[in-house]
DNA sequence: TAGTTTAGGTTATTAAAACTCACTTGATCT
DNA sequence: AGATCAAGTGAGTTTTAATAACCTAAACTA
């Protein structure tokens, strides 16, 4: 019972819940959300319609979780990644290059935060969210210490910075999702580092 | 007769059509396409149901259309914003300050573009998109004609540049359509130009 | 000018999809 | 042995997008 208690937090879900999840992430590899019915999750899940609503609020909210697992392990990653490194640009450099690996190798995670949740208010409110926030976050605390350190200029608003690396990663990405095309990490992190950093202007005389 | 077959290529749409696609842009003001049916679409319009079908071939036709009329009206003022300005780099400016002035003038729109017509696979084959690819070519234009005359760097790939670009318009402007916030056009430019022109590594030794 | 077509619109219905409710079954606690 | 509970089901209900069939008045044609 003492035991019990400790696994508690982490009990394993139950059967339905992780096929449910998974045949959702299995549909989302070739059709849109939009598209997917609930009868359809449910029956390549083995499972009936019904056990869906016992275990989300409703559609979207299986589709928050199956986002949210993601982006928790993703974090853990993320966070790992960007140990040892020395040097604000460095840094973001890492992050960017990460940033577009991980969309690059998971198509489906992708797809969801860079065109399913978004045209959803309480996407903006929910837990999921929260992740993407904390990411950012992390993001402003590598320009600020760039900022402190000299190696980024501080008369552009940190903020603004972030969105620059956000919107540039994102719009990259979000032709090369929706029709299928490759993303290539190592190309594209050079590039966009090169206009991030230095910028477009020739100032070579 | 004859003078009838020269108006009707332009002939002004039945009331109708007019009250359907009006209802639509003034219910996106307050409520997410999604949440908006086609039973208070019709209800607001004063029209039956029935009658939106008899003009648009589905709820997302209507949307598409809308987004048209809009795209249709400011690509036209685009164009002359741009006349009689010399160089990339202020063409560059202009631009993104129209870009940020539009979003910020009219919601609806911004909401559209920014929120509502990604998730759609057949957005990207419709005629409405293609106003956008015209747009975006506009600025691929400015920025080649840039590597030409030398104002702009021709060792970032362009197309890179203008996804940089609108990468960051648009994430800069989502969050602020999303909570409704103030898109200040002025200060938005400036800093964003900055950001794209010249970089944010410091170079000031 | 009588007859026919057409544009604009409506009433009534359908089909599909999201979501609910009342119930079963088997394991666990006391 | 009886109560409780977690996992799951079957049979609905409701909502909503979409259609089909029909009406009416104006415009065209012969």
Redesign the interface.
């Known amino acids: 019972m003492n035991e019990n208690n400790l696994q508690k937090r982490k009990k394993t879900p139950p059967a339905g819940k992780l096929k449910i999840m998974d045949s959702l992430r299995s549909l989302l590899e070739t059709k849109?959300?939009?598209a997917i019915t609930t009868a359809e999750i449910a029956k390549t899940a083995g499972v009936t319609e019904a056990l869906i609503y016992k275990y989300f609020n409703d559609k979207r909210d299986l589709l928050h979780q199956v986002l949210r697992e993601y982006l928790e392990e993703y974090m853990v990653r993320f966070g790992l990644d960007l140990k040892g490194i020395k040097g604000s640009?460095n840094k973001l450099r890492k992050l960017i290059w990460v940033h577009f690996h991980t969309y690059s190798s998971n198509r489906v995670f992708a797809r969801i935060l860079l065109?399913?949740v978004?045209?959803?208010?309480d996407y903006?409110a929910s837990e999921t969210h929260k992740f993407v926030k904390k990411y950012a976050d992390m993001i402003l605390d590598i320009?600020e210490e760039?900022m402190e350190n000299?190696?980024?200029?501080?008369?552009?608003?940190a903020k603004?910075?972030r969105?620059?690396i956000?919107?540039?990663?994102?719009?990259?990405c979000?032709t090369r999702v929706?029709?299928g095309r490759e993303i290539e990490p190592d190309v594209?992190t050079d590039?966009?580092c090169?206009?991030?950093?230095?910028?477009?202007?020739?100032r070579?005389k």
Chains 1, 2 share one sequence.
């Open positions: 849109e959300f939009g640009l065109i399913e978004r045209n959803h208010q903006y320009v760039g000299g190696e980024i200029r501080s008369d552009i608003p603004m910075i969105q620059g956000l919107g540039g990663i994102e719009h990259i979000l929706v029709f594209l590039d966009l090169e206009l991030i950093f230095s910028g477009i202007a020739n070579g």
